[in-house]
């Protein structure tokens, strides 16, 4: 697979950011070896965009458009996908967030050294309108985890994903996954905590585990290379699970990704009585089975959290 690796940045009244090769290299050690490493960078500066971009490699394939310190890559992706400008797996990443997002909205610390990277991912099926979306596009969030938790075992990386939509390494939280969807399009956005994680005063007071940062002293892994590994994995497999599979069938898989299978955990926000329980399982729509006093109940929504 060819990736089209571009840096955009905004022209004079653009809402898109504006940066430069020289400034990513400037921003963090990790960024600058991966700038080197993709170099040389050829501007295109076409007078029709509203954004100028730099060129690494092939002209054709599919996108990968790197931006400065942004709003959320998922704010830009939207933007370039407005404009025509972000086809199918098409992905931005940034430098850093100013206000990133995660779970319900709440705020993702986004200094420069981490992903932060939105994919336009593959339509899918949403049914009839006032009819249940279909199973694989309500159990979206898991599918991507499970990708993720994958694509980052071939590249040496033992994690977990904590239910629905968090990754975890050794039992702290270094990453998340957040999905928009506006009139058919999906956007998935991923961090992952490659370089740097919040100190424990940094994170919201009902954090359910501390923050712990995916690279050590013997694997320093860049944004860059990492995401385009990441997204070429993604394209490989994702048909294949849907196509050649039952939903059923991926979500028994699945389970062996989750942390504290088979452990007891405190639910907050939980079913109505559900305070905690032991994992036991996942429902084929993607709930949670957790088994309390000999009885299996289903978590939809809630915070789980270790005892």
Known sequence: MISRITIISGKEGSPLPQTSPEQLFQGHPLWARDIESFSPWNMDDAEYRTYSTWLSG???????????????SLDVAWRLNALEAL?????????????GRGQVRREWISPPGNIYGTIKWPAMDSGEPGEPRPVWNRILPLVVGYLVCKALKDLGVEIQLKWPNDILIDGKKAGGILIEERDGVIMVGIGLNLAYAPDRELLRPDHAVPAGKINTDDMQLGPLETWIEMIKYFRNNFDAIIESQEAENFIYELADQLVWFGEEVRIVDGPEGVDRGVICGLRSDGGLVVEKDGEKHTVYSGSVMPL
């Open 58 to 72: 092939a002209r054709k394939g599919i996108p990968v458009a790197i931006c400065g310190s942004c709003v959320s």
């Open 87 to 99: 086809g199918e797996w098409g992905s931005v990443l940034a430098l850093e967030q100013e206000t």
